[in-house]
């Protein structure tokens, strides 16, 4: 129903790292309403769920595939959720995505897809 809007990317160097930073396109939608998640989709793979956070920020959930060097957070005063990304490597290159999810911690993307972040990691 509302856009999410997503900002942070970058070219940073392998072992750098990234903030990323998602809201909706509308401040009517109140994200705190929601457990939300992060997705990466690289060219030519599917869209890859990362990680997702409860709606209170009280409970975070990992994939093998960042957990460790990703940390969710959101700070509901702001209707913001983050991604901050460390120890990044080529292969997290990436447009990152945010979305309301529909349960905690592995639910559907709730809301319509942003253009996303590009994040280019290179060696």
């Known amino acids: 129903q509302v856009q999410m809007v997503e900002s942070g990317g970058g070219l940073v160097q392998a072992g750098g790292s990234l903030r990323l930073s998602c809201t909706a396109s509308?401040?009517?939608?109140?994200?705190?309403?929601?457990?939300m998640g992060w997705f990466r989709q690289a060219p030519g793979k599917e869209r890859e769920f990362l990680t997702t956070?409860?709606?209170?920020?009280?409970?975070?959930y990992y994939e093998d595939s960042v957990k460790g060097r990703f940390a969710i957070s959101r700070d509901n005063t702001k209707n913001t959720v983050y991604l901050q990304m460390n120890s990044l490597a080529p292969e997290d290159t990436a447009v990152y995505y945010c979305?309301?999810?529909?349960?905690?911690?592995?639910?559907?993307?709730?809301?319509?897809w942003g253009q996303g972040t590009q994040v280019t990691v290179v060696s």
């Open positions: 509308e401040r009517t939608l109140i994200l705190s309403r929601y457990a």
């Open positions: 979305n309301a999810m529909s349960a905690y911690p592995r639910g559907f993307p709730y809301g319509y």
């Open positions: 956070i409860s709606g209170t920020g009280g409970s975070t």
